[in-house]
């Protein structure tokens, strides 16, 4: 199967799980709020470069299914690197579970982007 078929058929996936679960309310802040609960993830912020390099706006402990977040960004942009780590958790936890094989299963610790 094509990476990006699957990668998309998985976003469809949660989007329609989440909007179920919000209710219909399609506002990002309520469809991310139902992601966070379908998996049991939690979010955190830190002041960026206090634990990591202050580019980086989010990243994901997927042991701890803790999800940081850089503080002062603006609710837009929080959103969207939000989802991103969301959809880190939810693609890497395919390719465990043997139904992806292109992406090698990330560490827990956090990086840097590519």
Do not use: C
Not at 85 to 106: N, Q, V
């Amino acid at each position: 199967m094509d990476t990006w078929i699957d990668i998309r058929r998985k976003a469809r996936e949660l989007h329609e799980q989440s909007l179920a679960k919000a209710q219909g309310d399609r506002r990002a802040k309520n469809l991310i709020a139902a992601a966070l609960e379908i998996d049991d993830l939690e979010v955190e912020h830190y002041e960026p470069g206090s634990i990591v390099d202050s580019s980086v706006l989010g990243f994901l402990e997927r042991a701890s299914r803790l999800i940081n977040i850089a503080s002062h960004q603006d609710a837009k942009d929080e959103a969207v690197v939000t989802a991103h780590e969301i959809g880190h958790f939810k693609l890497a936890a395919s390719a465990r579970a043997g139904r992806s094989t292109w992406l090698d299963t990330p560490g827990d610790r956090p990086t840097a982007p590519r």
